[in-house]
């Protein structure tokens, strides 16, 4: 029966290039809530300002 070699150095060279090798990153989703609260902030300040404005 022929055993198969057990190279200690190739297992770890091979362990160290899966460790050094960077995991591929994610696009960070779109917060959604943070654009429609921003609009609204927006909007709510332009009614504000005419609504001053038609007062003076």
Request: net charge positive; proline share 9%; charged share 10%.
């Amino acid at each position: 029966m022929s055993e198969t070699p057990n190279d200690p150095a190739g297992t770890t060279h091979q362990f160290q290039n899966f460790a050094a090798q960077r995991p591929a990153e994610k696009p960070k989703p779109v917060n959604v809530g943070l654009i429609v609260g921003a609009v609204v902030g927006v909007a709510l300040l332009a009614v504000v300002v005419i609504a001053v404005v038609r007062m003076l």
